[in-house]
């Protein structure tokens, strides 16, 4: 079946330093990724999509690319900020009019903890 | 703005009570649902529907119902609370956007079974 695999963290930075998380998922087709963000006491948000190989997703100076060759969506950030601490959720759906529409199929998490 | 609401951010019940745990949203969102968080192991489905009266079983349905009588609002039971769904608890709506259905979620009920 369909999964989504995530670094585990928690993944600890300095400020201003270069972040990756990465993800790789397992699915038939062409799903849709996902990066959702949670910050602390918060519910999740979206941060960044991509629908097709190739695609890039871009939010907030976060960007994601669609790598169907590698099945990755790895999640970059060139400089982050103390605010940039949260948890992290990469995900996948089933593209609009498939069986299981609407199913995001959520990977374990990533906490990122920036230092000052 | 989507904006999805829960009654309650924290909740403590007892063991073998009945636990309703309400979710609205103000978009006219089709497609809701309800997942639980726990540490390592990510977000879980539990229920989904599609429309008013229409639901399906998630991943982990067991110990668990929902009710959807109206289409703003989705409702999840624990029939019998046990300390083992001890979690935080998501609800969220979704919509098409650009041939993806995105999910927006609300801020989470914790809930505790002593």
């Known amino acids: 079946g369909d999964s989504v695999t995530q670094m585990e963290g928690p993944v600890t930075l300095s400020e201003e330093a270069f972040l990756t998380i990465n993800c790789t998922y397992t699915a038939t087709g062409y799903p849709s990724l996902f990066w959702y963000v949670q910050y602390p006491g918060e519910g999740l948000q979206l941060l960044l999509k991509?629908?097709?190989?190739?695609d890039k997703g871009s939010n907030k100076g976060f960007e994601a690319t669609y790598r169907k060759e590698t099945t990755s969506f790895h999640l970059e950030k060139g400089s982050v900020q103390v605010s940039d601490s949260a948890v992290y959720f990469c995900a996948l759906s089933r593209p609009y009019g498939s069986s299981n529409t609407g199913k995001l199929i959520f990977g374990q998490g990533t906490t990122l903890q920036v230092k000052p | 703005d989507v904006k999805v609401t829960q009654s309650s951010r924290y909740l403590v019940k007892r063991t073998g009570e009945k636990v309703f745990l309400e979710c609205v949203q103000d978009?006219?969102?089709?497609?809701m649902f309800w997942y639980r968080q726990d540490p390592g192991l990510g977000l879980r489905l539990i229920y989904f529907?599609?429309?008013?009266?229409?639901?399906e079983k998630g991943d982990i349905p067991e110990g668990y119902s929902v009710s959807r009588e109206k289409k703003e609002r989705f409702s999840l039971i624990l029939e019998s609370a046990s300390t083992n769904q001890t979690s935080m608890y998501l609800c969220?709506?979704?919509?098409?956007?650009?041939?993806?259905?995105?999910?927006?979620f609300g801020p989470g009920t914790r809930l505790t079974v002593t």
């Open positions: 978009m006219d969102h089709e497609n």
């Open positions: 529907s599609y429309d008013v009266k229409m639901k």
């Open positions: 991509a629908t097709k190989a190739d």
């Open positions: 969220a709506s979704s919509i098409v956007r650009q041939g993806a259905l995105e999910q927006y």
